[in-house]
Nanobody
Framework: QLVESGGGSVQAGGSLRLSCTAS????????MAWFRQPPGQEREGVAT????????YYADSVRGRFTASQDNAKNTVSLQMNSLKPEDTAMYYC??????????????????????WGQGTQVTVS
């Protein structure tokens, strides 16, 4: 089970920190990820984190502004979001072991596995 928290409403330029607490076997997966879905738009991969070696991939749209990290002791992964823009407005989800497409250090695509993502947390930037 994955449970997201930390969403809210902020003004452009502000910051939010999302957290995802995992239970069961999800946290032992090789990859944890964040994706978002703006209203009426398609899903977009935001970041992936590989706990085994610390490798992280980011979508170009968030690189330099968002930072994904994990806390092993608490079975929690986080997404620190700085310099938020109105186009970052979306429902944000964390996922375990999604299918991903990467190139270099860029996350190009993400498809979550059925049952391995949370209920989401809303982020609104105005």
């Amino acid at each position: 089970q994955l449970v997201e928290s930390g969403g809210g409403s902020v003004q452009a330029g502000g910051s939010l920190r999302l957290s995802c607490t995992a239970s069961g076997d999800t946290y032992s997966r090789a990859c944890m990820a964040w994706f978002r879905q703006p209203p009426g738009q398609e899903r977009e991969g935001v970041a992936t984190f590989y706990p085994g070696n610390g490798t992280t991939y980011y979508a170009d749209s968030v690189r330099g502004r968002f930072t994904a990290s994990q806390d092993n002791a608490k079975n929690t992964v986080s997404l620190q979001m700085n310099s938020l823009k109105p186009e970052d407005t979306a429902m944000y989800y964390c996922a375990a072991n999604p299918d991903v497409v990467v190139a270099g250090t860029s996350l190009l695509g993400l498809t979550p596995r059925s049952g391995y993502w949370g209920q989401g947390t809303q982020v609104t930037v105005s």
